[in-house]
């Protein structure tokens, strides 16, 4: 598969944040990423990221809208500015959650810097190993699984990174047709979705 596009040139219809895992989309030639695009740029695309995070929510479904400025700061971070932010919006889904972390599903409708990572931490919930918004701590199996008995000189981190993973993506076919591409987990997502489904397999209060 990798083979054929071995010295031709792709192109690049959007990108992901560094550190997150998951799905970036590249064309194969000019009209195609034209359609891809545009297809993003008039939000036609549908994205669902899977998200780590830090505490429990007290909602099992919350919408963000707080309007975002890009590059923001002197740390070059997107900010949330009632006057001057652009319109943002974020749907957010609670999956299941274990001690002091959580698994969230983000539906994001607008594609701004950050995005994700900015309206989850407006909420007191930001995402794990996030420098920017939150805490650059890794994330061990001590920190939430009750009574861990391991060797705290031996327990290496679940995730050390972005605790961010872009899942899903819908992307208009031809005609009516939609074109779904999903991405499986990687090992560190994995382990920690893994442990914490351990812990807690009921559904979330209503």
């Known amino acids: 598969m990798l083979a054929e596009f071995i010295g031709r040139r792709l192109f690049t219809v959007h990108r992901i944040d560094a550190g997150t895992s998951g799905i970036v989309v590249f064309a194969k030639n000019a009209p195609a990423h034209r359609r891809l695009s545009i297809a993003f740029e008039t939000r036609a695309v ?27 700061d002197k740390r070059h971070r997107t900010i949330i500015d009632k006057y001057q932010g652009k319109q943002s919006l974020t749907h ?7 001690g002091v972390v959580s698994i969230i599903e983000a539906v994001p409708e607008s594609g701004r810097t950050h995005q994700i990572r900015v309206h989850l931490a ?8 996030d420098a920017l918004y939150g805490k650059d701590k890794p994330l061990f199996l001590s920190s939430f699984k009750h009574g861990w008995r391991g060797d705290p000189f031996d327990e290496r981190p679940l995730i050390e990174r972005l ?4 899942a899903k993506l819908t992307l208009p076919g031809r005609g009516a047709d939609k074109i779904l591409i999903e991405a499986p987990y990687p090992k560190d997502m994995a382990a920690v979705i893994k442990q914490i489904e351990k812990i807690f397999t009921s559904p979330p209060p209503p």
């Open 163 to 166: 605790a961010l993973h872009a």
């Open 92 to 98: 957010f889904k609670l999956a299941t959650r274990a």
């Open 122 to 129: 407006s909420l007191g919930h930001p995402i794990i190993c």
């Open 46 to 72: 549908h994205k669902v990221y899977t998200a780590i995070v830090q505490g429990i929510p007290s909602w099992t479904e919350a919408d963000c809208a707080a309007p975002l400025v890009i590059n923001g």
